[in-house]
Nanobody
Framework: QVQLVESGGGSVQSGGSLRLACAVSGSTNFDGCLGWFRRALGKEREGVAA???????NYHDSVKGRFTISQDNTRTTVYLQMDNLKPEDTATYYCAAETVTQCARWLRVAGLTNFGSWGRGTQVTVSS
């Protein structure tokens, strides 16, 4: 398993931007899906965005056009650029990794399991 450490959370006003970063260690050129999940207070953890080794990305419908996931060439850091933030984006954001090929499906189901590797999370708060 890889180790994941998130950074970049904070508090912003509605319409603002934040960039989250996830440091990936324990594996050289990790092959599989890297992604971001979030859990809002009182809700289940849900997939936000994922990126495969080949660069293909997948997004939750609620963040399409506002969030962008990216990775560096060696896959040691994965980013989540969040623009036009809304109060409903308030949540704890988790970085995750798993050696699977179907990132779209992983994004839909992995939030309800503890399979794969997970970071400890970083808080994002958006005020209106």
């Amino acid at each position: 398993q890889v180790q994941l450490v998130e950074s970049g959370g904070g508090s912003v006003q509605s319409g603002g931007s934040l960039r989250l970063a996830c440091a990936v260690s324990g594996s050289t050129n990790f092959d599989g899906c890297l992604g971001w999940f979030r859990r809002a207070l009182g809700k289940e953890r849900e997939g936000v965005a994922a990126i495969h080794t080949d660069g293909v990305t997948n997004y939750h419908d609620s963040v399409k056009g506002r969030f962008t996931i990216s990775q560096d060439n060696t896959r040691t850091t994965v980013y989540l650029q969040m623009d036009n933030l809304k109060p409903e984006d308030t949540a704890t954001y988790y970085c995750a990794a798993e050696t699977v090929t179907q990132c779209a499906r992983w994004l839909r189901v992995a939030g309800l399991t503890n399979f794969g590797s997970w970071g400890r999370g970083t808080q994002v708060t958006v005020s209106s």
